[in-house]
């Protein structure tokens, strides 16, 4: 629906950056199955990016 009313360089980059509220949710509710390091972060980290160069076409 919001991609009816803004543009989709706005509506885009709010939806994706959802996944690091997921991870830090999904570690503070679950702590003992999570298994969160570092390479876990990386991969987060990394297809943020991706989502925002796909977006801006750089």
Known sequence: MALGVAPIT?????????????VIFGWLLNRQHEIINSTVLFGILLSVIGVYLIIYQI
């Open 10 to 22: 706005i509506v885009e980059p709010i939806q994706r950056s959802t996944i690091i509220f997921r």
